[in-house]
């Protein structure tokens, strides 16, 4: 496989790439089956987070996702790639955690530094979290920061954030289940269960590069190798080991063999949520943005957007509880229904199953 250094992309690789993020075709039958797909789904936002599965489903509700993460442990919420908040499969943790966060652990002893935390203030930090969590059971980032603050150690700024995912890189603990509206950790032990033996490290690239093309290829390595957060060289060496599995394409981008090809269809129009998949998937949001970025992506914010014909088209947000919708120009009339339509179907999402319509 080869750098492709495309500055554009085709709109038939826009296509393959939606239909392997299951924004086009057959929509997934459950929450578990779309981070089946995806591998990662950035988590740092509630309602992104649970957004992204509904536009890859039909009929399912937000709180099929609380469920999944509460009742079924199917899903779990923790420091991966890059070094931020992911929604996984509780069968992809193991893995993942050890190949993905060891390159994250310097950022964080710096961050730590920077917000007044002390090498050994930041090990009682986690020895105070590891304690409270197997003496109390799941505990939400507000209880853990009371007993942290009582132990003298600082939680004021970002501090505290940066003392939980040093507890997190380290193993410790995850987002586990939900408390009310609140997200709780939970020790991995007690809500996992023993750790696997040890995986060797080509196999666990073989299996990063080959579940990544899965949901996002066509792809280039530079690709992989920043969704993950790992060299260059890693991502090579995974894909090396696929080879095999991979389809022959003539534009130097790798794909698994069997996945949709130029006959792919683009989406039709979606609303898509906050930190969707769509733009953290490769090198570039370019593609999917175009001259919107500075209006979607801000200071590292990435708000809430329509897709139509695979491209960016308004931003949206829901004050007081309705959706309101900001195009970047006129909206052709099918569009805009269609797009009305997606609206009243994230009010259903979000609202549950158990409340009236107009609630």
């Given amino acids: 496989m080869t750098d492709t250094g495309l500055a554009t992309v085709p709109a038939t690789v826009i296509a393959q790439r939606c239909a392997a993020q299951l924004l086009s075709g057959s929509p997934a039958r459950c929450v578990v089956d779309v981070v089946d797909r995806l591998l990662a789904v950035q988590g740092q936002d509630p309602r992104g987070a649970r957004l992204a599965i509904r536009a890859r489903t039909a009929g399912l509700f937000a709180a099929d996702v609380d469920m999944a993460l509460t009742a079924d442990r199917s899903l779990l919420i923790t420091w991966l790639n890059r070094g931020t908040l992911h929604l996984v499969r509780s069968a992809d943790y193991w893995w993942l955690h050890r190949l993905t966060t060891p390159p994250l652990l310097s950022g964080n002893a710096r961050r730590l530094s920077q917000e007044g935390v002390s090498p050994d ?35 004021e700024g970002q501090a505290l954030v940066h003392v939980l995912m040093l507890a997190c890189l380290r193993g410790i603990c995850v987002r586990g289940p939900m ?35 899965a949901g996002h290829g066509p792809a ?42 130029g006959g792919a269809q683009l989406p039709p129009p979606r609303l898509l949520g906050a930190y969707d998949p769509l733009l953290l998937g490769w090198e570039s949001r370019q593609p999917i ?64 199953p158990d409340s009236p319509p107009h609630s």
């Fill in 289 to 352: 943005l175009g001259s919107a970025q500075r209006i979607v992506t801000v200071n590292g914010l990435f708000r809430p957007f329509a897709l139509v014909r695979g491209r960016a088209v308004a931003t949206w947000a829901m004050p007081r509880g309705e959706v309101d919708i900001s195009p970047f120009g006129q909206l052709a009339g099918a569009d805009a229904a269609a797009l009305s339509a997606e609206a009243s179907d994230v009010k259903r999402f979000l609202r549950g």
């Fill in 121 to 155: 203030a930041a090990n009682l930090g986690v020895r105070v979290i590891e304690r409270s969590l197997a003496q109390e059971g799941p505990l939400t980032r507000g209880q853990l920061r009371d007993r942290i603050s009582a132990a003298g150690v600082r939680t």
């Fill in 179 to 213: 408390i009310g509206s609140e997200h709780a950790y939970v020790l991995v032990r007690d809500w996992l269960g023993a750790p696997p033996g040890p995986v060797d490290p080509d196999r666990a690239l073989a299996m990063l590069a080959r579940r990544y093309l």
């Fill in 220 to 261: 280039s390595d530079r690709d992989l190798a920043k969704w993950a957060g790992l060299p260059l060289r890693d991502a090579r060496r995974g894909l090396t080991v696929i080879a095999s599995e991979l389809g022959a394409r003539d534009d130097g981008l790798a794909a698994l063999a069997g996945q949709p090809d």
